[in-house]
């Protein structure tokens, strides 16, 4: 039996309840943007009484169908203006759908503005309970302190940014081994937590029972067609690519092709990129031989584990996970090309509670405006810092980039809707550019990754640096993104996926399994584009036009090098994206 | 014979044009948001090199027309985000006119972004010079270097916050006087100009010629028509209200009926209003007896002389002028209720090159941030030198009360589209706010006084409280106030012109004797409705929509004493002003 847990935030209440026939076959990101589509005014202020936090494992998550174990969080932005959607990987994804409840709405906001609260969450129901002891400290310390005051549970938590409201906090889930490194990060929806009062969703999964499959049988072909496709396909089969290195082969292959954003998207190849490069990582971690690992999984159950644990040059553990958009974002971004001073940079973000992807970019802006030179990285660890104390400084910089830039008069902002970029240069990888452009949630690769065509040669092949057909490759990854961000799948299966016809039908039949649906690739399709069509109606609703479908301004002027390519994929191929929709 | 002067800041070209065809007949408002829709990319940075930077004298600007001395500034504002015209009275708008310049339009930017430059123009042409020694001071102190490098000249310049780019920032015309006091304050059109590496344009006015009158008879009967009518009305005439207060008797009438906005727009009535009221100024200033005077003039020609050059206890003057919305945004609305610290906030504004209004606004949502107390006079002292100094706090205020609210987290942030409101809450003037919400300059009270029939039963009488029919008022004082702001009548005639019918005639015929043509009063609308037109068209493809016509959610839900009104004119009936445009 699946329920809604409703945490009402001016009453103080949490109540369990069922679930609306109309949400039954929903989940994650499906479920969240429905969710704020229906009930939340789309005009109202993000941080204040009228917004709502949705949180919503995927469909599949908590089933033994591989790699599921994400859940999907929804809210009005506070750095966008718009709806957003952000997900993350964490055995509390799996522990929430193992407990039944099929979504948290988090509502209202409390009278008084200073005090914050925690619900813990379990079987037998939730209840609040003052935040007190808990507030103000670092992420890890909370986690500690959590553990000794609850044993193992479960946390959806904010840091000290998220108290704070700023829009360029995230909200963090622990690791399948308790750290606090699991983030929904993007679109600032750790400081609408804030705004609501809430610190932190403390979950307890005992006593819980398996998700619910309709059809076993089903499910049970459709899981083994996608392992298989997993174990297969050269990104994510054991020892592949993302097994080995993560994401962060990219820096290479990015820096290679002129793509790698440098020094605040001043340039597309970074000096510094061979000693950051996901081969460099590994080899160091094998040379420190401590804690360090690759191979790390978020959630148990994914079987590609793309995590890299980082040791301290004594081998101790320093932190997890050095992802490719850290490390791009918190170095080459930052002309910074130190990886334990990176490793240092993203401990930070996850203690205080940061997106590490808009850190990366404010702070590139804030190095372009002279506040600190490129590559000062004492002076990048003091910022970072400041964010997280709230100092002035840090306010405005914990605004994000967009903010940021026009406090400094600065117009190479790399933005759109109001969130930074993340680590491609759209001047050069065309589509994503694209998608960076025209998603309902601001730059984001993970709304539509064409780089798997436009570099990897997934689902086919195309020159990243034409302009030509990248409307409709964006349009397509958009839309089975947005149902695999349904599923509760990681993005990551695509590159299998893509490739692997049978795996395709995995990913469809575990769906169709689970749910008891009879749901063809085509109306997998047209679940995506309906998200993708309710998303857009909300940012309608909230003032978005055309206009906020553009670059910023500067790409379209000012030459990358080496390329030396503006962007060049016109306004009308642009609104060619969702003009059908 | 008429020109454009172009002044091409990538190239630092001065050339002078024939004016085309198509802009010939226009002045003012109309010219300015014509040739920003004609010439600048909506979707521009509006510091970056595609923004351009108009001015232009009114229509009858430059002949004997009474009040007619108005010049528009017009641009894509970095406060808005949208087109923006603000105006000002001044002999320079006089002096141009008699020039023979049409527009000054600027464009473009420097290569080198510390470099500013001035601009002297006269009858001889226009030369590009270094703003070396003129930088960086006050505009006092910038006045008398003006004064004694050039002589008796007019000039158009920015104080430190526009060479600092801020949004804060107004652009700064001399009085008749040399005072640098009048300013085309909103929308940081100061920045626009910063943004532009210019200083200051200087005007030597000698060798002059009279502005053209086609048929001198016509045009000499409306002046006629429209003195009599100035010097008739109550609000106009010598003697009359604004002769002798200003707009400033507003302090007690919105005190009385609960409209004052007191301490960031959480109070409709000020306790301490009988202290800073427009009888108390006049008082005052009679018992100083000494270089303060009412009833000054911003430019020559004017007979209403609304001014206030306030004197300092000991007699000598202090500063021009004491304007109400001025006297409401650094007095009620800061809690501050000591005329002489209003002064002194007015100086450093006048000095710095800000808005009062944006400032005042900025300073109460600062307060209510907890920054300074409500009423703390040394406090938004030091905060207003910061903006002009340009430390990082003041860079945070100097970017104007929306971005200061978002950095500081707070929600009762009283704007519509960026910009800050002025003196008349709109929970209690329904009309007026009608026009804050839709007009396309942003919260703005001269884009459509309705205050002048909902308060001072000009041209009819309505309840101000009542929702009812508040949209048909806002359209049509906003499209006469359009063409009023083509023609370079200061928006004050409008109070006679409304209630006597030869004066709004005399201001049809000054027209039509100037120009030429046939005007009829629906043709004059028409006009105005044109111009309206365009500046939305420009603001549509600039990204805004219906959402952006809407009050900032807290005048929905908080009810305002004494009155525990909200605002109550539903999104419908807003969406009906320009719903037929």
Redesign the interface.
Known sequence: MNFFVRINMSELKVSFEEVPEKYKKMGGRWLTSQFIYNEVP????P??P?NKLIFAPGILTGTTAPCSGRISVGSKS?LTGGIKESNAGTPVAQALAKIGIKAIIVEGQPKEKDKFWIVRLSREGGKLESARGLMGIGLYEFAKCVKERFGKVGFIAIGPAGE????IAGVCFNDKDGRPCRYAARGGLG?VMG?KGLKAIIVEDTNTSPVTVVNQALFRDGQRKLVEALREHHMTKPGGLLNTYGMNFLIKVLNEIGALPTRNFSAGRFEGANKISGKVIVETIKQRNGNGTTSHPCHPGCIIRCGIIWPRPNGFEHVSSLDYESVWALGANCGIDDIDAIAELIWICNDGGLDTIEAGVTLGVAMEAGLIPFGDIQGAIRLLRECIQGT??G??LG?GAA?AG????V?RVPVVKGQGMPGYDPRVVKGLGVTYMTSPMGADHTAGYTTATEIFGIGGKVNPLSPKGKAELSRDFQAITAFVDATGYCLFILFAVLDIPSGFEGMIETCNGALGTKWTSDEVMAIGEEILKIERSFN?????????D?P???MRYEALPPHNQVYDVTDEELDKVFGEL
Chains 1, 2 share one sequence.
Request: hydrophobic share 40%; charged share 25%.
């Open positions: 789309p005009t109202c202020h941080l204040g009228s506070p704070k409201r700023l829009p400081a705004a002035l400084l306010r405005v605004n903010f026009r406090l400094f008069g117009t309608e609703a909230a003032g978005f036009t055309k206009a906020e553009r910023p301004e500067f």
